[in-house]
């Protein structure tokens, strides 16, 4: 605190330690951009309404409360007089406060900031106005009967009346006696207004009212000031009044401890095997979305997004519900592994990336998803909610941005680090330490932010069983490779053979190799999935892998080396029958033909009725020619249970793997600005630096002019004119005052005597410096003669 008594929040900012400045710059990182040129400016920055608001929503409920306090108590006000309307010490909060530059001055004589009353409303912690405001909407005649009523000194000048009514029923035990012997009713009214609002609605409530004729109990406390009219239809508890009935206290009670946050214990096996269960889940999940947009990408609505009937489609082929589905888009989105393309006609494909990501392992593609998930500012959770104009939010929509959802969602985070290892904390306690921590910015929309971060990380694995995981403490920590070292440490080793079986089924008994799933999966198909995954080997699946150029031999060389048990008989021969149908008709481009060594064939594809759609005419015994495009010709035939090949032009065989859509590379979203950050100490120091070395530039522009207070004034010139002015000083050797703005902008007064004027410059003998000076003309703003 400084010793003397600071006039102005800026003498107060000017007399603090630089570590003191350096903190309040700390904790109110805007007032930092741009840099303030002084602490006078600084100040002047820290009352503004924005500045202050982000303060005020930023403290917790004791310094709010406090806060309130002070706003309700007429000002300057000291700490004691502060403790005793909060209920308990507020010395603590009070130093918060001031540290924040929301009060400024001594313990005794405490100032609030203008904005902070401004923006807590007119009817701070549920209380009116003050009688003097409350009352002061009354006549002069009005006022005077008033005071008769109450057996005061009448006047009819409001600037009398009013300070004498408020300082007569202010008094707690002048209330108590009006109060005694008051009729029934008058107390339950006045204990629905006392702990607010403060307002209520009365027909005609600027009625005329005297106490000899009062009999409603509105009517009774109107005629004894006790209640006021704040409105035609509205009447009002003045402040003195409802504090009086709270027994002097703003609050029901100070609010100084959180609220608990209970914690249950989870077996540490629990925690570790329900993250790792959840973060390969969520790494399947986005594998998959990204493998299916590949395929069928889905349109990009004209307002952004993805359709809901596309993300139900989505949903469906994931087999997961519509609210997982959201997640699992925003994710790979926010990851950078999904993006519109970019088209005439735009679709969400899979980005480069994509490619990249697949062939990492478990742990390394999770720390991808969670690190992006961390830093996002999307909140899936709005998917399929309502916009203002009763739109429903799109998956991917530009309106699912929230500035504040990665803050919240980090404090959630810490709030559940904060408890034991291997714990877990329910949602609603977590939520209403939240409330506490910031009750100004507490809302429906925050408070479902912050439960749907504690499903979503449950969901991609940072949690286990409700409990902060190893990975998600290392994550949230800020090494993310540490994060990806603990999942993997709680992953399944692995395994690197499967179990084929005569009923055309392979069964890992764990989680497959990456690298030999993806090829696995070239010939097969997952049918189901849980603690072992079961692959269905069948005619398509195969042949999708003959298609993609692998032959029988491959395929069964492959399975041999996988397997633990040997090839079965049946699945050997189902790989060598479509093997041997694979390619015995071919399809090339005419608009197409179909070929094949066997006359009988073809003649049976012409009866076909499946093929009637075709076009097919004979044009030789072993080809066909087709009116329908290639592809349309071999998706009928292999429909009709034939496995044809495509061919190039050479004839031989055309191997096409499926067509893997990307967009053209796209760079991870951004998230959307939100409060800054606080600033580096150093990026702090230098500031400060700054500061003072500005209050040092004032200061010698006040001694400046203190010093030349006699000076005349100096209009402002053109150049022309000064430079005529300078020459006739220098040839009369007269003396004048000059007006000087320097390279840093400052201006200055100078009593000089030119020498000679040359080239734009004025030599001069300063007579405050006793020193010649060149001046440049063009930075000269005024000349006049010196007395």
Not at 56 to 76: F, I
Not at 578 to 589: P, S
């Amino acid at each position: 605190m400084p010793a003397a008594t600071p006039r102005t929040l800026a003498e107060d900012l000017r007399a603090r330690p630089d570590e003191g400045l350096e903190e309040l710059l700390a904790l109110r990182p805007d007032l930092v951009s741009p840099l303030p040129t002084s602490t006078t400016a600084l100040a002047a920055r820290a009352t503004t309404r924005a500045s202050v608001q982000r303060a005020l929503d930023a403290l917790d409920s004791p310094a709010l409360q406090v806060a309130e306090v002070l706003a309700v108590l007429p000002g300057p006000v000291g700490v004691g007089a502060v403790s005793r309307a909060w209920g308990a010490k507020a010395g603590e909060q009070v130093d918060r406060l001031r540290r924040r530059a929301l009060v400024w001055g001594t313990d005794r004589r405490l100032h609030l900031v203008h904005a902070v009353r401004d923006l807590l409303g007119p009817h701070p912690a549920g209380l009116g106005p003050s009688l003097a405001d409350a009352l002061g909407r009354r006549s002069p005649q009005r006022l005077a009967e008033l005071l008769e009523d109450l057996g005061l000194e009448v006047s009819h000048d409001p600037e009398t009346a009013l300070p004498r009514l408020a300082a007569h029923l202010g008094d707690a035990d002048v209330l108590a006696d009006l109060l005694g012997p008051a009729p029934e009713g008058v107390r339950a009214l006045l204990d629905r207004l006392m702990w607010g609002p403060p307002t209520g609605a009365v027909e005609r409530a600027d009625r005329q009212v005297r106490t000899a004729t009062s009999s409603t109990p509105v009517d009774w406390l109107l005629a004894r000031g006790l209640l006021a009219v704040s409105g035609p239809g509205t009447v009002v508890l003045p402040r003195e009044v409802g504090l009086a009935l709270r027994g002097g206290r703003v609050h029901r009670a100070p609010d100084r401890e959180p609220p608990p946050l209970p914690a249950a214990a989870r077996r540490p096996a629990l925690v570790a095997g329900g993250s790792a269960e959840a973060a390969a889940e969520a790494v399947r999940l986005v594998d998959a979305l990204c493998s299916l947009w590949s395929d069928a990408p889905p349109p990009v609505l004209r307002a952004g997004g993805v359709g809901v009937r596309e993300l139900r489609r989505t949903g469906t082929a994931l087999e997961v519900d519509e609210t997982t589905t959201a997640l699992v888009v925003e994710l790979a989105h926010a990851a950078g592994l999904v993006a519109d393309d970019g088209d005439v006609e735009p679709r969400w494909l899979p980005t480069p990336a994509y490619d990249d990501w697949r062939e990492e392992d478990v742990p390394r593609r999770w720390r991808v998803l969670a690190a992006a998930w961390l830093a996002t500012t999307r909140v899936p959770g709005l998917v399929g909610s309502r916009d203002a104009r009763d739109a429903p939010r799109n998956a991917l929509g530009a309106d699912l941005d929230r500035a504040a959802a990665r803050a919240v969602r980090r404090e959630v985070l810490d709030l559940l680090a904060s408890a034991p290892a291997d714990h877990a904390v329910e949602a609603d306690a977590v939520v209403a330490r939240l409330r506490w921590r910031a009750p100004r910015r507490t809302g429906r929309l925050r408070e479902d932010v912050a439960r749907w971060s504690l499903r979503e990380a449950g969901w991609l694995g940072v949690l286990g069983a409700g409990a902060l995981s190893a990975a998600g403490r290392a994550l949230l920590a800020g090494d993310e490779e540490d994060a990806e070292r603990a999942l993997a440490a709680a992953l399944p080793v692995p395994v690197t053979e499967v179990l084929l079986q005569a009923d055309l089924t392979a069964v890992a008994p764990g989680p497959l190799r990456a690298d030999l799933a993806l090829r696995l999966g070239a010939v097969a198909r997952v049918e189901s999935r849980g603690g072992a995954t079961v692959y269905r080997f069948d005619d398509a699946s195969v042949r999708r892998g003959l298609d993609e150029g692998l032959t029988a031999d491959d395929v069964l060389s492959f399975l041999a080396g996988v397997s633990a048990t040997p090839v079965p008989q049946p699945l050997e021969y189902l790989v060598r029958d479509v093997a041997r149908r694979h390619g015995r008709v071919r399809v090339g481009r005419a608009g197409a033909y179909v070929r094949a060594e066997d006359p009988a064939l073809l003649a049976q594809l012409l009866a076909d009725r499946r093929c009637a759609g075709l076009g097919l005419r004979l044009l030789a015994p072993t080809v066909l020619a087709a009116a329908a495009g290639p592809e349309e010709v071999l998706a009928a035939l292999r429909a009709a249970g034939v496995a044809p090949a495509a061919e190039g032009p050479d004839g031989e065989l055309l191997v096409r793997a499926a067509e893997q859509l990307r967009t053209p590379p796209r760079p991870a979203p951004r998230p959307a600005a939100g409060e800054p950050g606080p600033p580096a100490p150093v990026l702090l120091t230098a500031a400060v630096r700054a500061l003072r070395a500005g209050d040092e530039d004032a200061a010698a522009g006040e001694q400046r002019r203190a010093a030349h207070a006699d000076a005349p004034p100096l209009p402002p010139l053109d150049p022309a004119t000064s430079l005529a002015l300078l020459r006739e000083a220098a040839g009369q050797r007269r003396a004048v005052w000059v007006g000087y703005v320097d390279a840093d902008g400052l201006g200055s007064r100078h009593l000089v005597e030119p020498v000679g004027v040359d080239g734009g410059r004025v030599t001069a003998y300063d007579r405050a410096s006793g020193a010649v000076r060149s001046f440049s003309v063009h930075r000269v703003t005024g000349v006049a003669a010196a007395s």
